[in-house]
């Protein structure tokens, strides 16, 4: 019985919120383990649980059942529960809540945690808060696979302009690079001439492709706090490689949207939103 006891001071500390409490359950080369967030010491556990309750500040678990499974092992499952009010993986809150079962095997020594191993699907919350999940390689013969974000200021007008970055760096850099880039784009949406902007990340590459109205809208830029932050990074310690250009487009070709009515392609600026059918065309997308 002590075993269940000691299992379940655990859980009481983790609903407690309390970090200390749950470091001094662990014995002094105690460990922890789970399906996210790698082997970890006991003092470590403390940050990882700061962080969890950071993004999930009602964050609880409700022991559905524990039992001992062996000397000194208990196996606990559990449902974990919290409503997204918080910073997570670098993301701004959601607001949405989530539920997702799972289940710990406690190893007791004594009378201190030993280890613990907990099992759960990675998939649950990232996909409970409408985040993506992918699965997809690295890299399959010539082919690259990476992530990209788009950003959008809601003009259809065309671009007179492109602004295209590239930029190496080291996977521990990565984190601080989109941070910055995120509040980049932030500025971006109210700087006169700014279209859009995409990012893609494709291994240690990062490629950033806005569009502007004029080529001279892209020194708007230079106005934007982060960028130059952004920029002070760079020249001290921040990535690898990185070049600039700015590119004019040669030509546009027509913007051709297919009408709902009879599926003819349509070029939108010249059929005024009416196909020669005279169905009323769906509205046109934003060219970048």
């Avoid at 409700?62 to 092992?73: C, D, F, L, T």
């Avoid at 989530?98 to 699907?121: L, M, Q, R, T, W």
């Avoid at 080291?170 to 700014?194: H, N, P, V, W």
């Amino acid at each position: 019985m002590k075993n269940l006891q000691i299992a379940q001071q655990y859980f009481d500390a983790w609903n407690n919120h309390d970090a200390q409490a749950i470091i001094g359950l662990f014995a002094q080369n105690g460990t922890y383990q789970d399906t996210t967030s790698g082997l970890i010491t006991a003092q470590e556990i403390g940050d990882y649980t700061k962080r969890l309750w950071e993004a999930f500040p009602d964050l609880s678990f409700s022991v559905v059942s524990k039992a001992e499974a062996g000397p000194g092992m208990v196996a606990a499952q559990w449902l974990m529960s919290g409503t997204n009010s918080g910073s997570f993986m670098g993301l701004p809150p959601t607001g949405l809540k989530v539920s997702v079962p799972g289940a710990d095997f406690i190893e007791i020594s004594g009378d201190k945690i030993k280890s613990v191993n907990g099992y759960f699907d990675t998939r649950a919350v990232p996909e409970q808060l409408g985040l993506q999940v992918l699965v997809q390689p690295n890299q399959l013969g010539s082919f690259s696979f990476g992530s990209s974000v788009a950003v959008q200021s809601g003009k259809r007008v065309k671009p007179g302009a492109f602004s295209i970055t590239s930029l190496w760096n080291s996977a521990e850099q990565y984190e601080e690079i989109r941070d910055l880039s995120r509040d980049t784009m932030k500025d971006m949406l109210g700087m006169e001439g700014f279209i859009g902007v995409a990012t893609v990340r494709i291994g240690g590459r990062g490629v950033t492709i806005s569009a502007w109205e004029e080529p001279e809208n892209v020194r708007n830029i230079m106005k934007s706090k982060a960028h130059s932050e952004a920029m002070k990074r760079f020249w001290s310690n921040l990535s690898d490689a990185a070049y600039i250009s700015v590119w004019t487009p040669d030509h546009i070709n027509p913007l051709w949207v297919r009408c709902g009515a009879c599926n003819k392609m349509n070029d939108y600026e010249k059929s005024n939103g009416l196909c020669s059918c005279s169905a009323t065309l769906p509205e046109a997308p934003a060219y970048f």
